[in-house]
């Protein structure tokens, strides 16, 4: 976990990949972001809050698993795929000006920047992903937010966004 810009509650850094099986070669990228809602869930009875960290006795809402239909279909066609949480950044966005789109870049963005070590010489990735073919996709406050990685990347960035897919931002 990592503070996020000005929000005062570090941010985790979690996701799910989805990788294809047998595919040769260096595979694009695909992250995907999802949208704002609640974070946190209590098992038992399975009420929901806005909290973060989640409080005890409830637990994160794993919406970054939502995508999983999605990851399979894509993986099955040759794309790696990642789908990142972002709860930490819906319990924490609602006072930002920008509405957390600033933090969800960022958030991305050190997500591809942890992929760049993986994908390097003799890392677990090597030779298994193409990160100069990213493509970003991101449902609501996340289709913002990987719109707004597109406009913040760095040119020397070693991760290159071939494009966006911003659903019902």
């Not at 996709?137 to 760095?154: L, P, T």
Request: proline share 8%; with cysteine.
């Amino acid at each position: 976990s990592r503070t996020v810009l000005d929000l005062p509650e570090p941010v985790e850094m979690l996701a799910q990949v989805v990788a294809p099986v047998d595919a040769a070669g260096a595979r694009p990228l695909v992250v995907l972001l999802h949208g704002r809602h609640e974070t946190c869930y209590r098992p038992e009875t399975g009420r929901l809050s806005v909290a973060w960290p989640c409080p005890d006795g409830t637990e994160a809402v794993p919406s970054h698993r939502g995508f999983t239909y999605l990851q399979r279909h894509l993986a099955s066609r040759g794309f790696v795929t990642v789908s990142i949480s972002a709860n930490g950044i819906n319990a924490q966005d609602i006072p930002t000006e920008d509405g957390g789109t600033a933090a969800r870049s960022v958030l991305v963005r050190r997500h591809l920047n942890l992929w760049s070590q993986w994908a390097a010489p003799g890392g677990p990735w090597e030779g298994r992903v193409d990160l100069q073919k990213v493509l970003l996709i991101g449902h609501s406050r996340g289709g913002e937010g990987v719109q707004r990685v597109a406009i913040d990347a760095n040119a020397s960035a070693p991760w290159r966004v071939a494009g966006t897919v911003a659903l019902a931002p």
